[in-house]
């Protein structure tokens, strides 16, 4: 972190960033028929010495999680929505597949039914990279309606394949301490199976886990982390299973104490701490609008 000046005196700060887009929900399913795909999570970027110029006001946007794909159809799940703070966007996370369907493409990817691939990762392209692949489901096995989904890619990992008998994991997210605490961000959501199969573990970081079909909805994502959502089950005797929800994701920007910052309405802050000694942190959780900083 560093405090420059510019020509004519006017001084400008540098900003520390985490930038999560949404996560992606899990694939919905029909009955009797193949699990759903876990949901990708959003986007992952972080970086330091942002340079701010005081006073001027920058674009801030929390990327709401997406819907879970619906039961009674080969449903893909919803797309996460960016987030952004001033030029850095964050994609949002591929929705993961519907019954026997192939992944979307996202910040990081969401994951295949079935034998059909997962979705890219970094979509669009940034470097670092933002995320990574969805898994696809399992390929091969004798218990055909058991095939679990792929798990969706997270921030840190890609998904793990479905198998002829359980759902893929989520990818892993990746740890961050730009708040003062270690936590995990932008966890893939498991993949869902069939009949009461185990369901894929969600991906460290939000994700959730995938539903086995018993009970038929894939667990939601955590809200401001980006995970993406557990894709649904299926069985014989339900109508299908509905993907779970991803998570919305998070703007969080540490600057040096000389400064504060000022964000207009319509979004929600996390009232700044000092956990992190010589600098102010501030935590976006919602919505969209501007902040200035001085």
């Known amino acids: 972190m560093q405090i420059l000046s510019f020509g004519g005196g006017n001084p400008a700060t540098a900003v520390d960033y985490l930038v999560v887009g949404g996560g992606a929900g899990g694939g919905g399913t029909v009955t009797n028929n193949y699990g759903g795909g876990g949901g990708g999570s959003g986007g992952f970027r972080t970086d330091t010495n942002f340079v701010v110029i005081p006073g001027v006001a920058l674009t801030v946007t929390i990327?709401?999680?997406?819907?879970?794909?619906?039961?009674g159809g080969a449903n893909d799940g919803a797309s996460?929505?960016?987030?952004?703070?001033?030029?850095i966007t964050s994609a949002g996370g591929g929705g993961g597949?519907?019954?026997?369907?192939?992944?979307?493409?996202?910040?990081?990817?969401?994951?295949?039914?079935a034998a059909k691939a997962g979705g890219?990762?970094?979509?669009?392209?940034t470097s670092p990279s933002q995320g990574n692949n969805g898994a696809s489901g399992a390929a091969s096995g004798s218990n055909a309606p058991g095939y679990g989904a792929g798990g969706g890619g997270g921030a840190g990992a890609v998904g793990s394949a479905g198998t002829s008998s359980a759902g893929g994991a989520g990818g892993i997210g990746i740890i961050n301490s730009i708040s003062g605490v270690a936590t995990?961000?932008?966890?893939?959501?498991?993949?869902?199976?069939?009949?009461g199969y185990p369901g894929g573990a969600g991906g460290n970081g939000g994700g959730g886990t995938g539903s086995p079909g018993t009970t038929t909805a894939g667990v939601t994502?955590?809200?401001n982390t980006g995970g993406g959502g557990g894709g649904g089950g299926a069985s014989g005797t339900n109508a299908g299973g509905t993907g779970g929800a991803g998570g919305s994701g998070i703007v969080i920007l540490r600057i040096p104490s000389l400064y504060t910052a000022t964000f207009s309405a319509g979004v929600t802050v996390l009232a700044s701490n000092s956990a992190v000694t010589g600098y102010r942190v501030y935590s976006v959780t919602a919505g969209t609008g501007t902040v200035t900083f001085n």
């Open 80 to 87: 996460g929505n960016n987030s952004v703070f001033s030029t």
């Open 63 to 71: 990327g709401a999680g997406g819907a879970g794909g619906v039961a």
């Open 97 to 113: 597949a519907g019954s026997n369907r192939v992944g979307v493409a996202g910040g990081s990817g969401g994951a295949g039914s």
């Open 221 to 223: 994502g955590t809200v």
């Open 184 to 195: 995990y961000y932008a966890g893939g959501g498991g993949g869902g199976t069939y009949n």
């Open 120 to 125: 890219s990762g970094n979509t669009p392209s």
